[in-house]
């Protein structure tokens, strides 16, 4: 079945320096790639949408200097957080629509633990 | 009203009970429909896609009804390993290849021994 790849999966960094997160489709293409952040005992929150070749699409709310996606290849996005603080702590995970139909399901990534001291 | 609503639990049943799990969604306008589950720290896993016929897999059944907008997951012989939170996803069609999934917060459920 379609897998996708998150790395790392757990982080620990420092306040003030940077991290950057991986997510691959292992055996698809994946033109879309979607990033979400889930603090405890909340909901998925969709943080952007991140589009193969072009600009990645900001939720509100969501600072775009902060969280610098880059969608490179049909394979792979990266989630880029810059000048972390312990705010940003979280879980992070990518997802990635298999198809192009609006009724393909998305298969995440296994998502990575942020924490900022 | 929210997007997407879930009755956030927990549901607490015994080994071998049946529950059904309602999700509600605002928008008219949306066209596919999928129960993930997810557990404590995990990422979510999708466990089945919801048609508009109804459909079953193994011990879950699916259900869908667009007049009263609400998709339903019903779980028959609830196993220990059933125990996680069960996630609401909804998409709306917005045109274009753009596709705004919508999740629901998830209802938990525990089934105990």
């Known amino acids: 079945g379609a897998v996708v790849s998150q790395h790392p999966s757990r982080v620990i960094c420092k306040s003030g320096t940077s991290v950057k997160i991986e997510c691959r489709s292992l055996?698809?293409?994946?033109?879309?790639m979607f990033w979400y952040r889930q603090f405890p005992k909340q909901s998925l929150m969709l943080m952007a949408t991140?589009?193969?070749?072009?600009?990645?699409?900001?939720e509100q709310g969501v600072e775009k200097d902060k969280f610098l996606i880059n969608h490179a290849s049909l394979t792979l996005s990266t989630l880029t957080v810059t000048s972390a603080h312990p705010e940003d702590s979280s879980f992070y995970i990518c997802?990635?629509?298999?198809?192009?139909?609006?009724?393909?399901?998305?298969?995440f990534g296994n998502g990575t633990r942020l924490t900022v001291t | 009203r929210k997007e997407v609503e879930q009755d956030p639990g927990p549901f607490n049943v015994p080994e071998g009970a049946t529950v059904a799990f309602n999700c509600t969604y605002s928008n008219s306008a949306s066209q596919s429909f999928f129960w993930y589950r997810q557990d404590c720290r995990k990422e979510p896993k999708l466990l089945m896609s919801?048609?508009?016929s109804g459909n079953e897999d193994g011990r879950f059944t699916a259900q869908l009804n667009r007049a009263s907008q609400y998709i339903s997951l019903l779980i028959r012989d609830s196993k220990l390993s059933d125990s996680a939170t069960y996630l609401c996803?909804?998409?709306?069609?917005?045109?274009?290849?753009?596709?705004?999934?919508?999740f629901g917060k998830g209802t938990k459920l525990s089934v105990i021994p």
């Open positions: 996803v909804v998409t709306p069609y917005s045109g274009a290849g753009s596709y705004q999934l919508t």
């Open positions: 997802s990635a629509k298999q198809g192009s139909s609006y009724n393909s399901p998305l298969h």
């Open positions: 055996d698809f293409q994946a033109t879309t």
């Open positions: 919801v048609y508009s």
């Open positions: 991140s589009n193969e070749g072009s600009k990645a699409t900001y």
